[in-house]
């Protein structure tokens, strides 16, 4: 489950609720995502909305800016961090918005890599690989109700699979 801070702006004198998607170069973020007043959540003060999500759409507008309203899908926010650094490989299912997660602002500390993901199902699998010092590859499954399954040693698993 990711609780991700919303924050408002006024334009026009119309109050507008936006989240900042990834963190890359500089901390930028990849995706600005326009927030739906409706899907918005409040807890003392702070804004923010719930991921996994169902009952939604993404509509992008450009390359930097997406919007979210009420649809017909689920969306699920899917980060992979692993030592150093990680990559998504493979996600099977849905539409995927790429982002960066930075741990410095030059991202020489390492480099993570996450997604948000449109889908029509309620299981995301993310097939991913971190560096090459540690060797780990990996799945990682997604429901929708927050759980979150790691699955390492992919390959040992393949050949089980084979044999059973």
């Given amino acids: ?74 969306l699920f926010y899917v980060e992979i961090r692993s030592k150093e650094s990680s990559t998504i490989e493979n996600i099977r299912s849905g539409i995927v918005y790429k982002f960066d997660i930075y741990h410095s602002h030059l991202g020489n500390k390492g480099e993570d890599e996450g997604a948000l993901v449109l889908t029509d199902d309620e299981i995301v699998e993310v097939e991913w690989k971190g560096s090459k010092k540690y060797e780990e590859i990996g799945i990682t499954k997604f429901d929708i109700n927050g759980n979150k399954q790691v699955l390492k040693d992919v390959e040992s698993l393949k050949k089980i699979a084979e044999i059973i």
Avoid: H
């Fill in 1 to 74: 489950m990711k609780f991700l801070e919303v924050y408002e702006t006024t334009i026009e004198k119309e109050v507008y609720y936006y989240a900042k998607i990834g963190k890359g170069f500089y901390f930028k973020p990849t995706y600005i995502l326009w927030v739906d007043k409706q899907l918005v959540e409040d807890y003392d003060g702070t804004k923010y909305i719930k991921l996994p999500m169902r009952n939604c759409q993404i509509v992008e507008i450009n390359r930097e800016n997406l919007v979210l309203t009420s649809g017909d899908k689920n």
